[in-house]
């Protein structure tokens, strides 16, 4: 039983019953007259489309998540309350945003304009926007070609964490489901079913469905591939899926947790992880990426495969039996079996990832090196973890991705390392057999000598951070991947 | 330029001179700014895009339409003998078509128009066009156009003296090869065009572009009608930085060639995969240069030739080319040197202007030039620029033979060191490097000592200020006064976020005496003002700015004696200030008074206003003349780390000082500033236009093609405008602000060679360092030094 798509926009109920499943929201926005959002790019990189949903975590909690528009599908605002630019405050009565970013001149030509007034307006309402590279992060996933950047970093600084309370205040309520959505339009299904069992159902009464999380790949095989999907079956919103719980031995993570989500989280729990979940994506993306759907994608280049080879770390998929949702688990390395494809088979979902509580000898590292810092795909990531006996390896995990047609371990190397010292030369001696070891292509990304060198490097580079220390935290102002020894020269300003 | 205003301290002030925010940074804010596509549609409007061109260079053997015709929703199906007047068109020649007739000239290039009710629509009805190929040999780089011989004009050779002999008589010669990339514009508002028509055979364009002018003129060709029957208007733009010169046209030419088939108005909208694929970029350039030195720094003699990828049309070429040229010497006296350049022609989208227009280009090459002099010399980079600047009447005089009339160079050099403290800074660098040389040859190395390294360099720019084609440089205005005292003001130029609007405000503000709030700029219109010149160049306020200005001079002269009839005094004795017009008996009248009672008095309130800029002139077959009415100067100081196990750099700190003459707007040119430096930065670094094979561009969105984000701009910023700058014979002493500062991003370039040459066993060792400086050039240099 089809029902129409309800939120609330700009604090007014809005009912659409005739968009097609893949319409997006940012193109619903303009024909609908709301044009102050903007499309620059419709692939969810410069920002422009930013608009804010609101959003409980896994906690339960309320919070503002600012978005990418072009790439958010209309049915999956659904049943929750979302702000545009022109919501949430007039040239008359302008909301204190708005303001910070005319009194700073943070706007020029005035196209990315909007789209950072939502990141700000999201930052507005953070309150642990306690670092200068959070600011930075705030708004990474924002482009702007004229300003230089500087005013609208002033206009965030100025006005980020001021806000009373983590909600914009609203009068319109929001009437949350608690049962399947199912919208279908132009003949295509959207279905977003409210508990697992109804889900593995509709999979198996449709196996063409075509399973998503949040999006953030999706949506470019709409808006670029011009791909019509006659099904999609939303996975978001299936409580066992989101959020991380404790285990006898170590951590159960939701497959459709959210990587901001996973970021706050890994901060302490799982610093390896943090670290790489910095510069994985913009705030936008990270908001609706999903660690599952990292994984599902089976990109050779995904970020957090290496960290998660690294790991040990378990894929836990759900399959309808006779007995109800019956759940088998596969080690991550047998997860990937091909270039974009992997173990799950038809009828089954991806619902968590187990990882193994690391032991507190245990040496980690992740690393990531792009053409561009922030918001780029890598040419190379890696992941290492040495478990130390003294300084004698006991095991070693090294994992790389952007070198194969799938994310790596390099057995050869681990096998190197086992038993080894962990000295300078056995390092070197284990960059370059990992160097050595791989077959990388060349691409926009990278040649494969470059690709070959960052291999040898980076595992150089982990040696370098955890000679002494277990691990390293990324500090303001460093430069590149590789933690080495503070600046030189100090605070440059 | 005096025009008898005296600036009273009592009333509104005026806002000219004072800093203030964008005119429309509170729509910008709110998203109630609009641009082309955000206008309301037109009842019946129309969607179309066209089939581009898959091959670089192929013959046509087939095409029908037909199948996309019947597809649903599809209202037209266009090839170019559709069009009804001409079908090429282009800024200097016509040599672009606009759909294909029967070769296509790159991977892009429109061959057909798929108009259709909605954009989907004409979408899918787009892959149903059948076109057959007969694919021909095609010219995909500079090289391969050298060496087939094909160009796309004659050489432009500007010379002095004895290069050769001057060059066998320097203490140091230094020579090198610079390959320097193109740049996407990456404006944020892809290009757009609606085509409406309108009754009598007349036509309403709206356009995203930076010469609405050249919209009207290339829809009136191909439409084969009279400039007189299209009107081209313009809201605003999104960015536009030289990409929406010329190619503006092409669309709305095409938007035109649908309504015209259909009777309906048509929306011609670039997506962004669109957009980066079809439209040409900064145009590449290969650059041979030799240069020679005094033994203390000074150079003596540069001979350079370059080669530019033009595309496959003209378009801008030969004047981007000639920027090139103007700038080979950047801000430094050369007496002796042969500068040659010329355009080739590839199977490549026609490359067009972008901001700096080949003055960055050629500048890099002499800064190049410099960084390798010292190198060789054993020299501070800062001092062999130091000692190579124009400088005093013997030292003033350029390639081309116009005098440089001041030395603000030097002052600039010497102030900025000083604030940014730089001989201290580049000597705890030093020490830095030598520090890490010795702690690595005795093993005890730090991983700081062994991976990181700083640089610091210095770059100045001298940037000629005017469209060297002479007859562009002139613009108009018209303001209309209101008898309720209030003000609608249009002149030519575009805003395009670089605060043009803002700026004219205050030019017209402080003329009238009237406060920002009576004042109302409208969109920019050819039937408001018409032969516009594009706004670029940086000559958007220069131009107009004097333009507005007269138009309000005249107003003022035309309301001043009625008065000084009712206020009893001459009429060049009267201030206009303050919403007033006062007498010097104290007496005062408000300006809306004054406005209603000359409407009774039957006093015209609109005028025109106009203004060409003098002197300009240049002889390109002798090379010689003038070519710019003033130079704008500055310098700007880089500091990098470098990780040399990644090539990853963070750019720590970065001093500007940069003359504007008399700023109009200072918070508006410190973001155009700071705005054109991050933007250079992007170019000479993580920007990189890369193509397949055959010819396709392969970054086509913001996922492959990095422009800079907001972690990369330099943790320290420091931008300072000169001071005391008053340039004479320009609206309110200002000078032009656009592209001079883009050229200091060539500094960064040098902050990266030392930081580089830091990881050398011995000091001294020459860099080479490939463009764009990305972390896969930057590791490889560094990885070519250690060795």
């Known amino acids: 039983m089809s029902e129409p798509i309800r939120f609330v926009l700009d604090d007014q109920p809005v009912t659409v019953g005739d968009a097609p499943p893949t319409r997006t929201l940012l193109q619903w926005l303009r024909s609908h007259g709301k044009v102050g959002t903007k499309e620059g790019c419709a692939e969810g990189d410069c920002g422009a489309c930013t608009v804010a949903l609101e959003d409980t975590g896994p906690d339960g909690a309320p919070r503002l998540r600012a978005v990418n528009s072009c790439i958010l599908l209309l049915p999956m605002v659904d049943g929750r309350r979302l702000w545009t630019v022109e919501g949430i405050g007039t040239p008359d009565a302008p909301h204190p945003v708005q303001q910070a970013m005319v009194e700073r001149l943070g706007s020029q030509c005035g196209y990315c304009t909007p789209g950072f007034v939502m990141s700000l307006f999201e930052a507005h309402h953070r309150k642990d926007l306690d670092a200068a590279w959070k600011l930075d992060d705030q708004v990474c996933g924002n482009l702007c070609r004229c300003t230089g950047y500087r005013p609208i970093k002033q206009a965030l600084a100025d006005t980020a964490g001021t806000a009373a309370s983590a909600l914009p205040a609203a009068r319109t309520p929001v009437a949350a489901r608690t049962e399947t959505f199912h919208y279908q339009a132009e003949g295509a299904h959207f279905v977003a079913p409210r508990n697992l069992q109804d889900g593995l159902e509709i999979l198996a009464a449709f196996p063409d469905a075509r399973i998503v999380a949040g999006a953030t790949d999706l949506g470019l095989h709409v808006t670029k591939g011009g791909q019509r999907f006659a099904g999609l079956l939303s996975v978001e919103h299936l409580p066992g899926l989101r959020g991380v719980t404790s285990t006898a031995t170590g951590w159960r993570i939701g497959a459709a947790t959210d990587l901001v989500t996973l970021e706050d989280w890994s901060a302490t729990a799982l610093p390896m992880l943090h670290r790489m979940l910095r510069y994985f994506g913009s705030r936008q993306i990270k908001h609706r990426a999903t660690l599952g759907g990292n994984l599902c994608n089976a990109s050779p280049i995904g970020d957090t495969p290496p960290v998660l080879l690294a790991l040990d770390a378990i894929a836990v998929i759900a399959t309808l039996t006779t007995a109800g949702p019956t759940e088998r688990r596969v080690p991550l390395s047998a997860f990937f079996t091909g270039y974009r494809s992997t173990a799950l088979s038809p009828g089954e979902i991806l619902v968590a990832i187990e990882v193994p509580a690391l032991s507190p000898d245990a040496r980690t590292g992740a690393y990531k090196v792009s053409r561009r810092r922030e918001m780029d795909i890598s040419a190379v990531s890696a992941a290492f973890r040495l478990e130390l006996d003294g300084e004698r390896i006991l095991e070693a995990r090294v994992a790389y991705g952007g070198v194969a047609a799938t994310p790596v371990r390099l057995g050869e190397v681990e096998t190197l390392l086992r038993d080894a010292v962990w000295s300078d030369a056995t390092a070197e001696r284990a960059a370059d057999l990992a160097a050595s070891s791989i077959r990388p292509m060349s691409d926009h990304r990278g040649t494969a000598d470059f690709r070959r060198l960052l291999v040898r490097n980076l595992l150089l580079g982990f040696r370098e951070e955890t000679r002494e220390t277990s691990f390293r935290a990324l500090p303001a102002g460093h430069c590149g991947t590789v933690v080495l020894d503070a600046s030189p020269a100090g605070d440059p300003r | ?787």
């Not at chain 2, 282009?90 to 070769?103: C, K, N, S, W, Y």
């Not at chain 2, 320097?180 to 028509?197: K, M, N, V, W």
């Open chain 2, 1 to 787: 330029m005096s025009d008898g205003t005296v600036r009273l301290p009592s009333g509104l002030p005026s806002p000219l001179h004072r800093s203030s925010p964008h005119e429309s940074a509170l729509r910008h804010v709110t998203g109630t700014a609009r641009y082309t596509d955000d206008l309301p549609a037109p009842a019946g409007m129309l969607h179309a895009v066209f089939v581009a061109s898959p091959h670089a260079h192929a013959r046509i053997l087939e095409r029908d339409g037909d199948a996309a015709r019947s597809m649903p929703g599809v209202r037209a199906v266009l090839f170019h003998d559709s069009v009804p007047g001409d079908n090429r068109v282009g800024p200097i020649v016509h040599d672009e078509p606009v759909l294909a007739e029967d070769e296509v000239h790159h991977v892009g290039m429109p061959v057909a128009l798929v108009v259709a009710d909605t954009r989907e629509q004409a979408e899918a009805a787009a892959h149903a066009v059948r076109l057959t190929w007969a694919p021909l040999p095609a010219v995909l780089s500079i090289d391969a156009a050298i060496e087939a011989g094909s160009y796309l004009n004659d050489p432009h050779v500007i010379a002095r003296g004895d290069a050769e002999a001057a060059l066998a008589a320097s203490a140091c010669v230094v020579s090198g090869e610079v390959r320097s990339p193109g740049q996407d514009h990456f404006y944020l508002e892809t290009h757009c065009a609606r085509a409406i028509p309108e009754e009598g055979g007349a036509w309403k364009v709206w356009s995203s572009t930076q010469h609405p002018t050249e919209v009207q003129r290339m829809v009136a060709r191909v439409l084969g009608i009279g400039a007189h029957m299209v009107s081209c208007e313009v809201p605003r733009l999104g960015g536009g930085f030289g990409g929406k010169e010329s190619q503006a046209a092409n669309v709305a030419a095409l938007a035109a060639l649908g309504a015209h088939a259909t009777g309906r108005p048509v929306s011609v909208w670039l997506d962004r995969a669109t957009d980066m694929a079809s439209t040409g970029k900064r145009h590449p350039f290969l650059a041979r240069y030799r240069a020679g030195f005094d033994a203390d720094g000074r150079i003596r003699v540069l001979v350079a030739q370059l080669w530019s990828d033009g595309g496959f049309a003209l378009d801008l070429s030969p004047a981007v080319m000639d920027r090139a040229l103007f700038h080979l010497d950047n801000a430094y006296f050369v007496e002796a040197l042969r500068f040659e350049g010329r355009c080739c022609r590839t199977n490549l989208p026609s490359n067009t202007a972008f901001r700096g227009f080949g003055g960055p280009q050629g500048a890099l090459v002499v800064e190049a030039a410099m960084d390798d002099a010292a190198a060789a010399l054993g020299m501070d980079p800062a001092a062999v620029r130091r000692a190579s600047y124009y400088d005093g009447p013997a030292r003033s005089v350029t390639p081309y033979g116009q005098v440089v009339p001041d030395t603000r160079i030097v002052a600039i050099h010497e102030g900025l060191a000083a604030r940014a403290d730089y001989a201290a800074r580049r000597g705890d660098i030093e020490a830095e490097h030598a520090a890490a040389r010795t702690a690595l040859a005795a093993g005890t190395a730090s991983p700081a000592q062994r991976w990181l390294r700083r640089g610091i360099a210095l770059a100045p720019v001298k940037f000629g200020i005017s469209f060297t084609n002479a007859p562009l440089n002139q613009a108009g205005a018209f303001v209309l006064v209101y008898a309720d005292g209030t003000v609608q003001l249009n002149h030519g130029g575009i805003e395009m976020g670089q605060g043009l609007h803002t700026k004219m405000l205050a030019v017209c503000c402080d003329t009238l005496g009237v406060s920002l709030p009576r004042v109302r700029v409208l969109n920019t219109s050819t039937e408001k003002v018409p032969n516009t010149s594009a706004t670029a160049a940086s000559s958007g306020s220069d131009l107009n700015g004097q333009a507005v200005r007269d138009a309000c001079v005249t107003l003022r002269q035309r309301m001043a004696p009625v008065a000084a009839d009712l206020l009893g005094c001459a009429a060049e004795e009267l201030r206009f200030a303050g919403d007033a017009v006062h007498a010097p008996s104290g007496r005062s009248m408000s300006f809306a008074e004054l406005a209603s009672t000359c409407w009774l008095r039957q006093v015209s309130l609109a005028a025109t206003g106009f203004y060409r800029t003098p002197g300009i002139a240049y002889d390109k077959a002798a090379g010689r003349g003038t070519p710019f009415f003033y130079y704008a100067w500055g310098a700007a100081v880089f500091e990098v780390e470098l990780n040399g196990l990644t090539g990853e750099h963070v750019l720590r700190r970065v001093d500007v000082l940069h003359d504007v003459g008399d700023s109009l707007i200072p918070s508006i040119d410190v973001g155009q500033v700071e705005g054109a430096v991050v933007q250079g930065v992007g170019w000479l670094t993580n920007e990189e236009v890369l193509f397949r094979p055959d010819g396709a561009v392969l970054t086509r969105g913001p996922s492959t093609y990095k422009i800079p984000a907001a972690g990369d701009v330099p943790e320290a910023f420091h931008v300072a405008l000169l001071d005391h700058a008053t340039q004479p014979g320009t609206i309110g002493g200002s000078k032009a602000v656009g592209e001079p500062p883009f050229v200091l991003s060539i500094g960064i370039i040098g902050a990266l060679r030392h930081a580089v040459s830091g990881f050398a066993p011995r000091p001294g060792t020459p860099v080479t360092l490939g463009l764009p400086a990305t972390p896969e050039r930057l590791l490889g240099a560094v990885e070519a030094v250690r060795r």
